[in-house]
Every structure is written in C-alpha cells, then in structure tokens.
C-alpha cells in the first residue's frame, strides 16, 4: 500500500516535498518511482531510484527534483524546487518488484505493481 502527501498550491519558482508512505512488503532494494498526470494527457514518468538508491530523471525536471528513500522510515521522497507552469499535475508514487527501474522518459507504467492514490500540485501566481 502506497500514500502520498505534501501536494499544495505554490508560486512560481516554489517548493514542495512529497511523501509517499510504504506499508506492506514492496521490499527495501526494489525500485520506485513517481510520476504524474495532468487532465486529459497520459501518466508521465518523473523520476525513479532503483533498488541500489541511484536516481534517474526526466530532462524537465533535472536540477529541479530530487527522490530519495527512507527505508528506515518506510518512505519515498520527491523534493520539488524551483517549481514551473508545466509542473502541475496529479503527482503518483509507484513501486516495482523489480530491481532496475525502467527509464522514467519511457513512462512505462506496466512495470509499477503498485500505486498511491495521487497528491495534487498546483503552481499559481
């Protein structure tokens, strides 16, 4: 079972955290990734960390995102900064019984077992 949070409204060039909270066995070494939908267009890979914890990014957002994991706490972490016009979506996190994540620029959403319900990002002047 998979959680976000943190999804807020912000102006441009703004900030936000999300969360997502793992509970059940998707397992410390397997890959994650979040991604994002906004209306009326497909489900878009953001970034994924692999089972080994290396990041990987969609050029749109690199320099911009971070994601990290919290085993320890359970958690999926994407820190947003420098927020745009063409961030806003419906923001999922997604986990893998694999290993090695898919490139997120593929938005492979086949390879995810497992999904939140979404958080809302909103980027407002």
């Known amino acids: 079972h998979l959680a976000e949070s943190g999804g807020g409204s912000v102006k441009p060039g703004g900030s936000l955290r999300l969360s997502c909270a793992v509970s059940?066995?998707?397992?410390?070494?397997?890959?994650m990734a979040w991604f994002r939908q906004r209306p009326g267009k497909e489900r878009e890979g953001v970034a994924s960390?692999?089972?080994?914890?290396?990041?990987t990014y969609i050029d749109s957002v690199k320099g911009r995102f971070s994601i990290s994991k919290d085993d320890a706490a359970n958690t999926l972490y994407l820190q947003m900064s420098f927020l745009r016009p063409e961030d806003p979506a419906l923001y999922y996190c997604?986990?893998?019984?694999?290993?090695?994540?898919?490139?997120?620029?593929?938005?492979?959403?086949?390879?995810?077992?497992?999904w939140g319900q979404g958080t809302q990002v909103a980027v407002s002047a």
């Open positions: 997604a986990a893998s019984n694999r290993y090695w994540c898919p490139q997120p620029r593929d938005s492979d959403t086949s390879e995810y077992s497992y």
């Open positions: 960390i692999n089972g080994n914890k290396t990041p």
């Open positions: 059940g066995s998707t397992g410390d070494d397997h890959c």
